[in-house]
């Protein structure tokens, strides 16, 4: 292995460590703050219904982005939106991707008018990605074409989550993601992703297990 290609595994190594340790918190939305525009709207955009989300948005949203979010499919997204991935992703994955564009376009909203950007907003949308992903896979009747579903959800949602990283949780920059860039690097990602598929399957298939049990009362 030449020293390049070493460099590169320790940077991908050292960076799902960081994620790993800064986004385990990230299914958390952010807290709603009446003093941010955005902030209000990033929290409706998580833990409210799309009508609700889209009505919060800013005013001066669509002139400042040149869009006006929509709703789809009971998705607030912007319409433009898409999965912006070197690898082909499922079908399934669109509306979830543009609803993820819709997110960090409220970020780059924020930066734009001079807002201060929590890097927890980031990281929220980012986790719904990946929730929402993993969710599209489950309606997939074949229990191999479900699995390779979430392993393609596992791969996006750690790359997201890796160039997220490298930019500090703050506006979305357009950049290409770096673990793709070499062909190495993007093997060890998926590797990961496949074992962290792995780990997300068992905890899916634990909690429906505990949901089925008969209450024990006392």
Not at 187 to 196: D, E, F, G, N, Q
Request: aromatic residues 6%; proline residues 7%; glycine residues 6%.
């Amino acid at each position: 292995m030449s020293s390049n290609t070493s460099r590169k595994f320790a940077f991908l190594a050292g960076a799902i460590v960081a994620v790993t340790s800064t986004t385990g918190a990230a299914s958390k939305p952010p807290a709603a703050d009446s003093t941010s525009p955005v902030a209000v709207s990033l929290h409706a955009l998580i833990t409210e219904s799309p009508d609700t989300a889209v009505l919060s948005i800013p005013d001066d949203f669509t002139s400042v982005m040149g869009y006006r979010p929509r709703v789809q499919d009971d998705i607030a997204e912007n319409p433009r939106g898409d999965c912006s991935s070197p690898v082909p992703l499922p079908s399934e994955f669109d509306s979830a991707c543009k609803a993820h564009d819709l997110g960090y376009d409220l970020i780059r909203y924020a930066a734009a008018t001079g807002a201060t950007v929590d890097p927890e907003w980031r990281r929220s949308v980012d986790a719904q990605l990946e929730t929402r992903m993993h969710a599209a896979c489950v309606d997939r009747a074949d229990d191999g074409s479900r699995r390779v579903c979430d392993a393609a959800a596992s791969v996006a949602s750690t790359a997201v989550d890796v160039n997220s990283w490298r930019q500090s949780f703050g506006a979305p920059m357009a950049e290409p993601m770096l673990p793709f860039v070499s062909g190495s690097a993007g093997i060890a990602l998926i590797a990961l992703s496949v074992t962290a598929t792995g780990r997300y399957v068992h905890r899916r298939a634990l909690s429906a297990e505990l949901m089925s049990e008969p209450a024990v009362h006392a």
